[in-house]
C-alpha cells in the first residue's frame, strides 16, 4: 500500500488524491450577489448538510491551488451574508459545468450557461429557475481555514426558505430520488449520476466558452437542443471558421439545404458522441 505524508507531497497532488478518495460528493450551486448587487453562479463540491435544527448547509469555495486566489462567491458571501443554495441534477448538469469556467468579475454566469434568474423570496441572490430544489440562505459563519492556495473556506449558512419542484413529491410527502436524479462530483473530471453511477463530463476549457448567450437564438431556444446540449456548444472559446464550416458542408452533402429542425436532430446526435465541433458545423451550414 502507498502511504503518503501530506507535507512530502505538492499541494495539486494532494489535492487530487483527496478528491479521488472522498467521492462522490454532493454540489452546491450556490448563487451571490455582490455589494452592487451583480449575480454570481458557481458550483461548489465541497459542501453537505450538518444540522436539521437549526437547518445548516456548509460549502467551501477554497482558494485556489494554482495561484492562491479566492472565489467570486468567496468574496461576496463575506460582505452580504447571503447566498442560495440550487442542487444540481442530471438535466443540468452541462450547462452546471459550463457556469464553473473562471469568467472575469462582473461577467453573468446564469446567462453564459443559459440559465434562468428567478427572484428568492428572503434574499437578494437569485435562485436559478431549473435547478429542481433552491435553498434560500442567511450566512451566519465564515471560517477561513488557512491563507496558502487550496486552504478551504467554511461558508456556514442556515435555510430560510425552502423550494421543491413539486412533482418530485410522491404520495408519502417525500422527495422522489429517482425523479430527483441527482448528480455528484467525483475526482478529475468524473462525475456520479444517483441512478447510473459514473459518466465523465470534459473540464471547462481553461480558456473562457463563448456562453450559451452567445449562441444565436434559433438555437437556442430549440425544442429539440436540450439544456446539457446549449451547454456543450456553449463551452468552446471560437465558433468554427466559414472555411471549416464550408469543408464540412461539401464532405457532408447531406447536411445542405435541410431545414432547421433536421438541423437540430443531427447536431444533437453528434453531440451526443461529444463530437461538439461537427455539431456546431452542422448547425452553421448555410
Known amino acids: ?116 434568474m428567478l427572484a428568492s423570496e428572503k434574499v437578494k441572490p437569485f435562485r436559478v429557475a431549473e435547478s429542481p430544489i433552491q435553498m434560500e440562505c442567511k450566512v451566519t459563519e465564515v471560517i477561513e481555514l488557512g491563507k496558502e492556495g487550496g486552504a478551504g473556506n467554511l461558508v456556514i449558512c442556515e435555510v430560510v426558505k425552502l423550494h421543491i419542484q413539486e412533482d418530485l413529491i410522491d404520495a408519502q410527502g417525500n422527495i422522489n430520488q429517482h425523479k430527483l436524479d441527482l448528480v455528484a462530483r467525483a475526482g478529475g473530471s468524473f462525475y456520479s449520476r444517483a441512478k447510473n453511477g459514473f459518466f465523465e463530463i470534459p473540464k471547462p476549457l481553461s480558456s473562457l466558452g463563448i456562453g450559451v448567450d452567445t449562441i444565436p437564438k434559433e438555437i437556442r431556444t430549440s425544442t429539440i437542443l436540450s439544456g446539457n446540449d446549449l451547454g456543450k456548444l456553449g463551452n468552446i472559446s471560437a465558433l468554427p471558421s466559414a472555411e471549416d464550416v464550408n469543408k464540412f458542408a461539401k464532405e457532408h452533402r447531406q447536411f445542405v439545404g435541410i431545414n432547421t429542425s433536421k438541423k437540430h436532430t443531427f447536431a444533437k446526435e453528434y453531440l451526443e458522441k461529444n463530437d461538439v465541433q461537427s455539431a456546431w458545423k452542422v448547425l452553421l451550414i448555410k
Open 1 to 116: 500500500m502507498l502511504s503518503i505524508n501530506p507535507q512530502e507531497i505538492t499541494i495539486p497532488k494532494l489535492h487530487g488524491y483527496l478528491l479521488s478518495a472522498v467521492a462522490p460528493r454532493p454540489i452546491a450551486f450556490a448563487s451571490t450577489v455582490d455589494i452592487n448587487g451583480f449575480p454570481n453562479l458557481s458550483p461548489f463540491s465541497f459542501f453537505n448538510v450538518f444540522s436539521a435544527n437549526p437547518p445548516i448547509l456548509i460549502f467551501s469555495p477554497a482558494r485556489r491551488v494554482r495561484d492562491n486566489t479566492t472565489k467570486h462567491t468567496f468574496e461576496n458571501v463575506k460582505v452580504t451574508k447571503e447566498v442560495v443554495i440550487n442542487v444540481v441534477n442530471y438535466k443540468m448538469v452541462q450547462q452546471m459545468s459550463l457556469a464553473s469556467t473562471e469568467y472575469p468579475k462582473g461577467v453573468n454566469e446564469f446567462e453564459k450557461a443559459g440559465f434562468t
